[in-house]
């Protein structure tokens, strides 16, 4: 399940040195990926509990509002786009530190008396989680080879530990702290932690990266340029109609139970729920998928929860909340990680799996921008909740056409 950012780089006997010296403490790497992890989707996910309190105090429409959650999605598929360039140049143990000091410096400033500030502290947001999203599997990848599906459980599981907290607290936090601002800043500090955790591991890799060659591929074989590949092209869009649905469901759904008439504080602990319940299926669908030819019949399943989920929100979405929110929680978890798996599956090698990480998260993220936007503008536009909903129940249906196809037992 996990791409290599620097793959086709191999280190010289000084890097190499330094990436030992790097493995010589365990345990300080492995904190170190905790509380990264910890903030690859804090940042958004403490957003929606306080959609209504930011647009109030901005005075914004649902299609501005929207672009609270689009903006930093749309770069989450730039960033992707230079995240293995800048593993490359500079190491990936710099670069996640760059992107941790990027992150909390966006998330303050989307607490700045701006909504200038709001939307470019949203940019900020999204370049930083995009760099921890492509490298930090790569990372795991290349520095725990024999133990690489326990570190991505723990990588996983941190990463949607993050979310559920922060989905959680963010009512709370805004009671407590007297207001939005300091509920939205008070993840800056968590960004904060995690980069002071990652300095040493900046200080032992020095060298590393900057005493590497460029790999040969094995028998002179010329790369595969995915871009021209149909099964590529059907991996990324898989990729990027599961994320689109997940934020949809991130931007509206905690407000989508407030229209409907449940209380702000109880509609983010359904939305932490839904957070929390992502680990199961993230969990156990990836080993699933390892361990079949076909993946067909996990792409069913997946899209079949998450359709079942979001007509239940159109059709009883207060009386069915907790259910509502396990199953689209299950297939949310389960369709992100079959998504990150297929990257592999289909891949004949690690520069090709690379190549396809890349291209399925760049135009998959950027596609998932559309999500939001799309979704707040229908309901602003019909006063109502179930025309957006009806469009992600098309996004299911086109996800599991495509997903099919992706599913089949070949390679790039």
Wanted: net charge positive; with cysteine.
């Amino acid at each position: 399940m996990l791409v290599d950012a620097e793959a086709g780089v191999r280190p010289s006997v000084a890097g190499a040195a330094a990436r030992r010296a790097l493995l010589a403490h365990p345990a300080l790497l492995l904190v170190g990926i905790v509380l990264a992890s910890l903030n690859m989707r804090a940042a958004l996910a403490s957003v929606a509990p306080l959609a209504g309190e930011i647009s109030a105090a901005f005075g914004l429409s649902a299609a501005a509002s929207s672009l609270v959650t689009s903006v930093p999605v749309l770069f989450l598929g730039a960033g992707a786009a230079v995240a293995p360039w800048l593993g490359r140049r500079f190491g990936a143990e710099r670069v996640l530190f760059a992107a941790l000091l990027l992150l909390g410096a966006g998330v303050l400033a989307r607490v700045l008396p701006s909504v200038y500030a709001l939307y470019g502290g949203g940019v900020l947001v999204g370049t930083a989680i995009a760099l921890l999203n492509v490298l930090m599997p790569g990372l795991i990848k290349r520095d725990f080879p024999d133990r690489a599906a326990a570190m991505t459980s723990v990588y996983t599981g941190a990463m949607i530990a993050g979310a559920t907290v922060a989905a959680a607290a963010a009512v709370p936090l805004e009671k407590a702290l007297g207001g939005w601002e300091a509920s939205l800043g008070f993840w800056s500090l968590l960004a904060a932690v995690a980069a002071l955790a990652w300095l040493p591991q900046v200080l032992i890799a020095r060298g590393r990266t900057a005493h590497a060659v460029r790999a040969v591929p094995a028998g002179g074989a010329r790369p595969v340029n995915v871009w021209r590949s149909a099964l590529a092209w059907q991996v990324t869009l898989f990729m990027g109609l599961q994320s689109l649905w997940t934020y949809v469901l991130i931007a509206w759904m905690p407000t989508i139970l407030v229209d409907h008439g449940m209380d702000r504080s109880t509609a983010g602990v359904v939305f932490a729920f839904n957070n929390l319940v992502q680990v199961a299926g993230a969990f156990v669908v990836p080993l699933l998928a390892g361990r079949m030819r076909s993946q067909r019949p996990l792409i069913v399943l997946v899209t079949t929860l998450v359709a079942a989920g979001y007509a239940g929100l159109m059709v009883a979405p207060v009386e069915g909340a907790w259910l509502w929110s396990a199953l689209l929680g299950v297939g949310q978890g389960g369709a992100v990680g079959l998504a990150l798996t297929l990257i592999v599956l289909r891949s004949g090698d690690a520069v090709t799996a690379s190549g396809l990480s890349g291209m399925s998260q760049t135009v998959g993220y950027l596609l998932a921008a559309a999500g939001p936007l799309a979704a707040g503008t229908l309901h602003q536009a019909t006063g109502s909740w179930t025309p957006p909903i009806c469009a992600v129940l098309g996004v299911c249906a086109t996800a599991l056409a495509v997903g099919l196809l992706a599913a089949r037992n070949r390679t790039v």
